[in-house]
């Protein structure tokens, strides 16, 4: 069962978002954030997409969902004790990410990117609650395609991500581009699973000075999902 949540009610805290762009309230900067903030509070419709889903099979490397193979060494150990899993698309939703700002205006274009990223948490957690709510979840595990290093779940992989839902674009929004980046660039896809294992894609992850880092790099975990 595919479901679409399209009406996500929310409201954007101005104080916090003012400290997170490190903008000093009361300035002329401070009363031009602001205005952005009172557009997306207006315009924006943050979303989510999500699939229940069940594994046909799986091989050595790869699984297969709904006729679909992903392969990738690390899904597959993760995947081993289990059978459901929850692909998602969470989005700050394509109507803020249309509004105007020009070109070369980089600091209110940072300062849209911050209200993105505030709005994609939302739908993020409106998700979580809803899938914990619904299905009881418990103890869980994300994995995205593209996240840790590149061999780790292959970006390209998102296609077939996206193939789980056929038409995302119509359903929420969100379109891939050729170079399998997803537009409003604040999306994520990915999917869920109950277990038991602790797990997150930065243990796979040798970038530095990352600052989304969750996790340390684990280089036993690393060798463990090596092909050879
Ligand atoms: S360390 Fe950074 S780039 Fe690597 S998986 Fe974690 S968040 Fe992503």
């Given at each position: 069962m595919i479901e679409a949540i399209t009406n996500i009610s929310f409201e954007l805290d101005l104080e916090g978002l003012l400290k997170g762009a490190h903008i000093k309230p009361g300035t002329n900067d401070a009363k031009e954030f602001e205005d952005l903030v009172n557009n997306a509070q207006k315009n924006a419709r943050p979303k989510a997409l999500y699939k229940e889903c069940f594994i046909q099979s799986k091989e050595e490397e790869t699984i297969t969902i709904d006729d679909i193979i992903f392969t990738s060494q690390a899904l597959r150990i993760n995947l081993d004790q289990v059978e459901r899993v929850f692909a998602y698309v969470v989005t700050c939703g394509k109507e803020v990410d249309e509004i105007e700002i020009p070109q070369d205006d980089f600091l209110k274009g940072f300062w849209l990117d911050t209200i993105k990223a505030t709005l994609l948490g939302i739908s993020g957690r409106h998700l979580s609650e809803l899938l914990d709510q619904k299905y009881k979840l418990g103890k869980t595990v994300d994995m995205n395609p593209g996240s840790g290093d590149v061999a780790v779940w292959p970006i390209e992989q998102q296609r077939k991500l996206f193939a789980l839902f056929g038409d995302v674009e119509n359903f929420i929004g969100v379109r891939l581009t050729e170079s399998f980046l997803m537009i409003p660039n604040k999306s994520i896809s990915g999917i869920r699973f109950s277990t038991e294992i602790n797990f997150q894609s930065c243990q796979l992850c040798h970038r530095e000075?990352?600052?989304?880092?969750s996790a340390s790099f684990d280089k036993k975990l690393w060798e463990s999902v090596q092909h050879d």
């Open positions: 000075n990352c600052s989304g880092r």
